[in-house]
């Protein structure tokens, strides 16, 4: 082979790649601009799925509050607020607000006690139905209003994480001596401060509960008996009177 075929083939070779270089490179950016087109579809799709999934949940929250058209915008907006403002997506904080309506609360006691319970179940890291549960039930147990939800979560909370006091064991405590408590006078604060203690001791759930439920009845039925006694005495002082 000549110099002058050498060098032709050179020009050949030289010109083939740059063709190839040029071919790699509209690949390349054909390649990204897929790829760029394949990651918008896929969050348009998740967009469209946790658009209908917001949408159901809402449907889902209507359809047990019996909340107004008006209503159901309310918790909507509060949904979509804290949906923003929280760990928790919109559809989740729907979901726990159709927990408190399935406890029976009304659209007012379900916006002031949606917040408090968030923050409950992100500092134990609970469940959020589960937290919502044994919150509602708590706040019934001792007779408060649905607003005073931030001071039993905060309660709870404190309890959680300074004791060896669980979400569960306090539910299956509460069972027991919730009632029974409010009765005797005794606060959801020191009740649960009682049942840390106890949970401390390696007395827990039902036992705890069941065991300080027995002592919160005996001193109501003592101190009903002493107010007894001072009214017979009273009634005695009169008729002799």
Known sequence: MTSRQLAGLGAQTAATNASM???????????AVAGS????????QHATTVGKEFEQALANLKAI?????????????????LGMSTRY?????????TEFARLGFTVDEIQNATKATLDLAAATDADLAQAALIAG??????????????????????SFTS??????????????????????GFSVEGTTATLGLLT???????????????????????????????????????CRL
Do not use: C, W
């Open 200 to 238: 401390n001791a390696g007395i827990s759930g039902s036992i705890a509960g069941t065991s300080l439920r027995r002592i919160f009845l005996e001193l109501s039925n003592a101190v009903s008996y002493t107010h007894l006694r001072a009214h017979e005495t009273k009634a005695n002082i009169v």
């Open 89 to 97: 997506t919109a559809s989740q904080v729907a979901f726990l607000q």
């Open 65 to 81: 509050s019996g909340a107004t058209n008006n209503q159901l915008l309310g918790l909507d907006k509060r949904a979509r607020e």
């Open 163 to 184: 004791s060896a006091l669980t979400m569960d064991k306090f539910s299956d405590s509460m069972t027991y001596v919730g009632p029974v408590a409010r009765s005797a």
């Open 37 to 44: 087109l394949f990651a918008m579809v896929k969050i348009m």
């Open 137 to 158: 039930q708590t706040v019934r147990a001792f007779g408060l209003d649905a607003s005073e939800t931030q001071r039993v979560t905060d309660t709870m909370a404190k």
């Open 21 to 31: 270089m040029r071919l790699a490179g509209k690949a390349g950016g054909i390649a």
